[in-house]
């Protein structure tokens, strides 16, 4: 009973409060699943000065909260992280002396060929960083098979593919994952200048928090990892420093119908 008193204080709730001190309210070994889309070291405007570190400061910051977040996992959690080209290789090395490095996703946000620079490549993806605590961490697979058109179906008709799972059910996603960004006429589109897709949110939920799982998602931002679990009937716990966004959150979560099991709740303290 006193379990369960426990978890109904955090569990579900948005904190409006810097995850460096919210950390404390979540018992250790009581997460599924780590979303984590930290401020990229790049100078936006989330109203505060939470992006405008400079390097040194940004790479001491982020071991510090990877350091108090890990021990909120399950041994069988796992953790994806997005970030920027810029920070990726400084911050997979320190994931990688901690976790188990399982995948980079590439996140390929469809930006039209327009612009850009003239002295490089233009810079159109996001990296996605895959860990995992143990090699025996959750993974659904099934959950997120992408379908194979028919005509791919009839192509392999021999039968030597018959009843082959891979191809009646779908395959695996690829470490290539081409989402569109959501531009400003997006119906999914909130007052967010860094808002992730559900489409990646969901997938990463999908597949790794089993269901009736929690997922911990330390910079809220505009709320999509809320959502997406409330969509995928997951529970959810997370921070999020600007008041703004707070309520945004809410609203977001008030127009999705959540299950008996993950029902939302805002938390300005």
């Known amino acids: 009973m006193h379990a369960d008193v426990e978890q109904s204080s955090w569990r579900n709730q948005i904190f ?42 940004y790479l001491a910051w982020t071991e510090k909260w990877i350091d108090a977040a890990l021990p909120k996992l399950k041994p069988h959690g796992s953790l994806y992280i997005f970030l ?28 039209p060929s327009m612009g850009g620079g003239t002295r490089r490549y233009s810079s159109v993806h996001d990296t996605v960083g895959f860990f995992s605590l143990g090699k025996d961490h959750y993974f659904n697979l099934d959950a997120i098979r992408i379908p194979y058109d028919a005509e791919t179906k009839k192509a392999r008709s021999r039968s030597i593919f018959v009843g082959a799972k891979w191809l ?32 990646i949110v969901e997938r990463m939920i999908k597949a ?7 997922v911990l998602d330390p910079f809220m931002g505009s709320g999509t990892t809320a959502v997406a679990a409330q969509r995928c009937g997951r529970s959810f716990v997370g921070f999020e420093l600007n008041p703004t966004y707070c309520a945004l959150i809410q609203q977001r979560l008030a127009q999705h119908e959540a299950p008996d099991n993950a029902r939302s709740v805002l938390s300005l303290e």
Request: aromatic content about 8%.
């Open 16 to 57: 409006q409060e810097d995850a460096l001190q919210g950390f404390a309210r979540i018992p250790d070994g009581s997460i599924d699943l780590l979303i984590a889309d930290p401020p990229y070291g790049l100078g936006k405007d989330y109203g505060n000065d939470s992006d405008k570190m400079a390097m040194a400061e």
């Open 84 to 111: 920027t080209w810029r920070y990726s290789p400084e911050i997979f090395v320190m994931l990688k002396q901690r976790m188990i490095m399982l995948n980079e996703i590439i996140w390929d946000r469809r930006v």
């Open 168 to 199: 009646e059910l779908g395959y695996n996603p690829k470490d290539v994952w081409s989402v569109s960004r959501l531009h400003r006429e997006h119906r999914e589109r909130a007052d967010h200048p860094t808002q992730k897709p559900l489409e």
């Open 208 to 214: 790794s928090c089993p269901p009736g799982g929690v």
